[in-house]
């Protein structure tokens, strides 16, 4: 059960299911079919069986992460054992019951992944406060609104922007039981949370990025296997993905103000 003092605001207008604020997840339920935008979003529904895939997820990205943080003031050996030993302590109690997504999978594909990646040439922005570009959390306001006084938000976690073979790009962890191919990565472009985040991106932190560098690992039993892909932009992809984003917005109040 959540605590009063740290729940999360609602998304919502008071006393209203007219959400104002979305992330790609909600926006993604809503396009894909207005009942499970009412089950999962309005009524808040989950499936029992996401909840190993989820909490893998989690630890995955919280492990990369912290290790992110560490390489820019450590050498790699030093932040690989302190990621290992945090990811170590952090699971413990280790609940998820899931003939992949276990602890012990977890702690392999994280040393794995960053041995894979030990010499990666996509580096880490340095943002202009000094702070690494890791763990961005973004609140976007849109210049119109379910009400005029209430604009709406698009809201996201980027997990790092990188610069790469002289480019700019959003990159973005993924755990997966599919097979790393190209039909895999084409499965990103269109793609909500991809377009968000090279829009974000762009105009939150002012940095001109071509798109979003996708490091997948397939987790397997006894094995994981990574692959990086890429999924890019144009400015005119982006401009039409704001624009279906505003029919799309529109679409939900109708729903909400209808009570369909």
């Known amino acids: 059960m959540t605590d009063e003092n740290t729940k999360l605001p609602s998304p919502f207008l008071p006393g209203t299911n007219i959400q104002f604020a979305f992330d790609s997840i909600s926006l993604g339920w809503l396009k894909e079919c207005a009942r499970k935008y009412q089950y ?6 989950r499936s029992n069986a996401s909840s190993a895939h ?9 492990a990369l992460q912290l290790y992110d943080h560490l390489r820019l003031g450590v050498e790699y050996e030093e932040a690989l ?3 290992v030993a945090a990811t170590m302590a952090h699971t413990t109690n280790w609940a998820p019951d899931h003939p992949t997504k276990t602890r012990e999978n977890l702690v392999r594909s ?22 690494p570009a890791v763990e961005l959390s973004f609140k976007m306001e849109l210049d119109w609104g379910p009400t005029d006084t209430q604009p709406y938000l698009l809201c996201g976690h980027i997990d ?29 472009n269109p793609d909500n949370q991809m377009s968000l985040y090279t829009l974000a991106a762009k105009i939150i932190y002012q940095t001109p990025v071509k ?9 397997q039993v006894g094995a994981t296997k990574y692959a990086r892909g890429f999924t890019h932009r144009s400015e005119a992809q982006l401009i039409e993905w704001l624009y279906g984003t505003h029919y799309w917005l529109a679409q939900a109040v109708r729903y909400a103000e209808a009570n369909y």
């Open 40 to 45: 999962s979003m309005l009524e808040g529904w």
């Open 54 to 62: 989820l909490v893998f997820g989690l630890e995955y990205h919280s």
């Open 81 to 83: 054992h302190t990621t």
């Open 110 to 131: 994280v040393i794995w992944y960053l041995e894979n990646f030990r010499d990666d040439p996509a580096k880490t922005i340095i943002l202009a406060n000094g702070e």
């Open 160 to 188: 790092r922007l990188v610069t790469f073979a002289e480019g700019t790009y959003v990159m973005d962890r993924k755990t997966t039981n599919s097979a790393l191919g190209a039909s895999y990565f084409d499965n990103f």
């Open 211 to 219: 798109g979003v560098i996708i490091d997948a690992a397939q987790i």
